[in-house]
């Protein structure tokens, strides 16, 4: 194989495995936004631009830094069929049936979900607008990797059953190619009783699609045969791709599931930004648009902040264990 391809390879194998691809985070980001309500949609709108590019700032650093990678993804099947019933919803819980180590050699996205909800809480508790929209950038990127079929399984990229690339295929090729003919009209951002809970519901309904995704392709890919690739043309590179008309069929026998996983990522990241800023007291986000808070400002509120959590804390710690972080 000569170098030049070599590297293509390479670079189209880290851009396949890196999540929703980045044109799809970036879209569900900066729709999230759009199901605010009021009090909260002129900030988030002001800072759409960086809510948007930083959709994908997880899977920026995930070679970089070593606990990045099992944030986005739960492989629920190496545990057994019935997981999703069987597995603690809750960290603690987790840890003390599995242990620390194999959860996060196997994903901790539902867990890591839960711990950014809570630092967007704190975030909006601090009232600094910088926390506040970095952490709302990243757990939109966590929300929408949990709502990926392929992030929910051990064969993530179809390497155990010959049919390599379809991660890439699924959340990166039919974006591009047909999400913008998707009905992004999903409602209202609603308070969620339990952030935990709400996570599972959509890790359950993207580990769901895993068996038809797979089975449908490796089925379409007998009847397509050498018709299953094409190459095109992206700047001065010719890459190989899947072609047109494959990608055309797939799509249609997946009857609309990447626009529901899509139109759910969106909706449940309205719901966690609304439900942090909800449990925060509400506070008035129209005030921090040109706001940049001194670094004594915060220590200060930081020190409030921690009494109020000891205060709180201690009787909800009775009754859960939902408050513990992750990793
Ligand atoms: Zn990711």
């Given at each position: 194989m000569k170098r030049p391809f070599c590297l293509i390879l390479l670079l189209c194998s880290w851009i396949i495995l890196s999540g929703w691809g980045f044109f799809a985070h970036q879209r569900i980001n900066r729709l999230a936004v759009f199901t605010l309500p009021p009090p909260m949609v002129r900030f988030y709108k002001k800072h759409i631009t960086f809510l948007t590019e930083a959709a994908v700032n997880p899977d920026r650093r995930r070679y970089a830094v070593?606990?990045?990678?099992?944030?986005?993804?739960?492989?629920?099947d190496h545990y057994g069929d019935s997981t999703l019933f069987k597995m603690p919803k809750f960290w603690n819980k987790a840890v003390a049936e599995f242990s620390e180590d194999t959860l996060k050699s196997y994903g901790i996205v539902p867990w890591h979900v839960n711990t950014m909800y809570y630092r967007l809480r704190d975030a909006f508790l601090l009232r600094d607008p910088v926390r506040i929209l970095k952490i709302s950038a990243e757990i939109g990127h966590y929300i929408a990797d949990a709502n990926v079929p392929l992030h929910t399984t051990e064969n993530y990229n179809g390497q155990l059953t010959g049919q390599e690339g379809i991660h890439g295929f699924w959340e990166s090729r039919l974006p591009e190619l047909f999400s913008d003919q998707y009905d992004y009209f999903v409602g209202k951002a609603a308070h969620l009783e339990d952030p935990q809970l709400a996570i599972w519901d959509g890790v359950a309904a993207a580990h769901q699609c895993v068996k038809t995704v797979l089975a449908e392709e490796k089925q379409l890919a007998e009847k397509f045969k050498e018709k299953k690739y094409s190459f095109e043309t992206k700047g001065r590179q010719t890459i190989k791709v899947y072609s047109q008309e494959y990608s055309k069929a797939f799509h249609k026998i997946l009857d609309g599931m990447v626009e529901r996983r899509m139109r759910d990522a969106i909706k449940m990241i309205g719901d966690f930004w609304y439900t942090a800023w909800v449990d925060a007291g509400?506070?008035?986000?129209n005030l921090l648009i040109d706001y940049k808070p001194g670094e004594e400002e915060l220590l200060q509120r930081q020190k409030e902040i921690d009494e109020w959590k000891a205060k709180n804390f201690r009787v909800r710690g009775h009754q859960d264990d939902s408050f513990e972080e992750a990793p």
């Open positions: 070593p606990d990045e990678a099992a944030r986005n993804y739960i492989d629920l509400q506070p008035d986000l």
